[in-house]
């Protein structure tokens, strides 16, 4: 059985303190329970979770993600059980002041371009790169949430290109091709990348806080607006010096 002891944002997050009652809570004896990660959902017809589930089965034993231990439903919710992965890099980078050091980050971008490679690898882009969605744990990037994943392969070839979508992730990280309804591949997933290590050693991207007092930004597909259409403009006049005084961040990319 499991035993909620905190809530996450992510896999990650802060473990429990070892000191809090329930380490030592009559119903697990002499032994301290493995700390997992536990996601769950109001069941519906259309789980997300379930969906979820499907794309870590088609991923497989990629290094990298959460390991998924147990996952199902009950009368009442939907429920997905992994491997507790360390530490968020919005968390990380909001305890070290705002900003994560370049070389920090580089360590951070060259892991994350490989677990984005192994993903592709599998069919999969992953349609949400941020930083709430990598977590590290010993020396190590763990990428996470595939609930909005989708394959690029249709009967073996890469699906043809298609207009007209409506903006899936979360627009502050989302690719030009992504706020212009381009269907989103490979190469989306590693512009959102450079985008999310620009943010992570500055703290901030150029585009941030407009549209604000609006509805908060969350991931998922919405409607387009005008909001999207200025964060995009925005984007592609930053485009040429966004990445100027980061010289490793344009090794990396080289």
């Known amino acids: 059985f499991y035993s909620i002891v905190s809530l996450l944002k992510s896999p990650g997050g802060a473990r429990p303190d070892p000191d809090d009652d329930w380490a030592e809570d009559e119903l697990f004896g002499d032994e301290e329970p493995e700390v997992r990660a536990m996601k769950m959902e109001a069941r519906t017809r259309r789980s997300q979770l379930k969906y979820e589930v499907r794309c870590y089965e088609q991923l497989g034993s990629v290094r990298g993600l959460p390991r998924v231990f147990d996952?199902?439903?009950?009368?009442?919710?939907?429920?997905?059980?992994?491997?507790h992965v360390g530490e968020p890099l919005d968390a990380m980078q909001e305890r070290m002041g705002g900003k994560i050091p370049e070389k920090a980050a580089y360590v951070v971008g060259c892991q994350a371009i490989q677990r984005l490679k192994d993903v592709h690898a599998?069919?999969?882009?992953?349609?949400?790169?941020?930083?709430?969605?990598?977590?590290?744990l010993d020396g190590t990037v763990y990428l996470c949430d595939f609930g909005l994943a989708k394959s690029y392969i249709d009967d073996g070839a890469h699906v043809p290109h298609r207009d007209?979508?409506?903006?899936?992730?979360?627009?502050?990280?989302?690719?030009?091709?992504?706020?212009?309804?381009?269907?989103?591949?490979?190469?989306?997933?590693?512009?959102?990348?450079v985008y999310m290590l620009v943010y992570l050693?500055?703290?901030?991207?150029?585009?941030?806080?407009?549209?604000?007092?609006?509805?908060?930004?969350?991931?998922?597909?919405?409607?387009?607006?005008?909001?999207?259409?200025?964060?995009g403009k925005a984007k592609a006049e930053?485009?040429?010096?966004?990445?100027?005084g980061m010289p490793a961040l344009q090794t990396m990319f080289e």
């Open 238 to 244: 930053a485009a040429a010096t966004l990445c100027d």
């Open 122 to 136: 599998k069919g999969l882009v992953h349609r949400d790169v941020k930083p709430q969605n990598f977590c590290v």
């Open 71 to 83: 996952a199902g439903q009950t009368h009442d919710f939907s429920y997905l059980v992994m491997q």
């Open 164 to 193: 007209g979508k409506k903006l899936t992730g979360t627009p502050r990280f989302a690719s030009l091709q992504t706020h212009a309804g381009v269907e989103q591949s490979r190469r989306d997933d590693l512009e959102s990348l």
């Open 201 to 231: 050693i500055r703290g901030a991207l150029p585009w941030q806080g407009l549209g604000k007092g609006k509805r908060k930004e969350q991931s998922g597909e919405r409607r387009s607006d005008n909001k999207s259409e200025r964060i």
